[in-house]
């Protein structure tokens, strides 16, 4: 493995390589804390060269490369299956490339987070739609896209993350570069259009896992975030799994533009509750399922009209209420 290493020291810089025992333990470990194999080496690029660079080699030398953006995979994903392997770090590439107000597309490196994208879009009044996963505040955009994510808010009313993908950029297993989309036009000066150029070739490395190549560059759509929201949060009838599917059906049939509905089993709210998951919930006397939905509007009318109706299809079902505040219960709030 020496001779990789050194040739990989033409790549990048030493400080962003190590094959040290610490670093490649800790890299050999995602947020599921399952050993499963410690990688060989770690290296951590900053651009797509490199990253073509990286794969030549690997490719030549038939190594394993395992992308890893944040490492919050449940699943094993960006850690080695088995000893060896080089570990490509991501975090690096987490710039804002750009953000094209007129057609709502942001291009951004795949390495940022959520988080820091949507940090920086609310200064222009604007949101990605879907947030990327519930770990969204940390786990990359190129995660999410290699995961098909959806749950970090805003997926009833936008779908999962690759719904608002545009184009990517991506680096094969034999280091080619090559984009999709409308970007994949060499005459198209910036991304603006997914579809339209014979097969989705985006729509390949959707949910790859980073099998088929790395994401370097990401292009997505964004929305203007409504100015008004509510947020409620519902103690259901005890065993209302049923129920809560009939509710979701019927916001559905109805066209009811939620941005966010979910349902929470009890036993899931009973056991989290007392194992300090839901510490919003600890104070309950009572410990069902629970119902919460977020709904936003461009005006104070259109929100009540819409509330009115989701709140009298769920009070319907005998349940209750929790409250407006956060310290009520409210975890949609
Ligand atoms: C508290 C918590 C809540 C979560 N909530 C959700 C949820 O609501 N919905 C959901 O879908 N998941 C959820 N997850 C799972 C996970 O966080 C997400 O799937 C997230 O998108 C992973 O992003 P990441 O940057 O951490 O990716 P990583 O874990 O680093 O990588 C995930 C996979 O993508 C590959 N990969 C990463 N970056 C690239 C790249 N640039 N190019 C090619 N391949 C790449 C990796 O090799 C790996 O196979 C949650 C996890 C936790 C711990």
Redesign the pocket.
């Known amino acids: 493995m020496s001779e990789v290493y050194k040739k990989l020291e033409k790549v990048v810089s030493k400080e962003f390589l190590s094959n040290d025992i610490y670093v490649r333990h800790a890299y050999s470990r995602?947020?599921d804390l399952v050993l499963q194999g410690v990688p060989d080496i770690i290296i951590r690029p900053i651009d797509a060269k490199e990253i073509s660079e990286i794969l030549k080699i690997a490719n030549e030398e038939n190594i394993a490369v395992?992308?890893?953006?944040?490492?919050?995979?449940?699943f094993g994903?960006?850690k080695p299956i088995g000893d060896g392997g080089i570990v490509l770090d991501?975090k690096r590439m987490n710039n804002i490339i750009n953000l094209d107000e007129d057609n709502l597309i942001t291009t951004v490196e795949?390495g940022i987070s959520w988080g820091k994208l949507n940090e920086y879009l609310c200064r222009f009044g604007l949101y990605t739609g879907c947030m990327?996963?519930?770990?969204g505040m940390s786990?990359?955009v190129?995660?999410?896209i290699?995961?098909h994510?959806?749950?970090?808010g805003g997926c009833a009313k936008y779908g999962a993350c690759t719904n608002q993908l545009i184009s990517l950029e991506v680096v094969l297993p034999t280091g080619e570069i090559i984009e999709t989309g409308s970007q994949a036009n060499k005459y198209s000066k910036l991304p603006f259009n997914r579809f339209g150029n014979g097969p989705d070739l985006a729509g390949l490395f959707c949910g790859d896992?980073?099998i088929f190549g790395?994401?370097t560059k990401i292009s997505l759509q964004v929305f203007p975030k409504p100015e008004f929201a509510e947020y409620k949060t519902f103690l259901m009838p005890r065993k209302s799994a049923v129920t809560a599917a009939q509710i979701m059906n019927e916001i559905r049939q109805k066209g009811i533009d939620v941005y966010d509905a979910m349902f929470i089993p009890d036993v899931v709210v009973a056991i989290g509750s007392d194992q300090g998951f839901f510490p919003l919930w600890e104070h309950l006397k009572r410990r069902r399922g629970m119902f919460f939905y977020t709904i936003e509007a461009n005006s104070e009318v259109e929100l009540n009209e819409n509330v009115k109706k989701l709140d009298d299809m769920i009070l319907n079902k005998k349940s209750e209420n929790l409250g407006p505040e956060i310290s009520d219960g409210n975890i949609a709030k």
């Open positions: 995602n947020v395992i992308p890893r953006g944040a490492g919050i995979c449940e994903g960006s991501m795949a990327g996963p519930g770990s786990a990359s190129g995660g999410g290699s995961h994510s959806v749950g970090g896992n980073g790395v994401k």
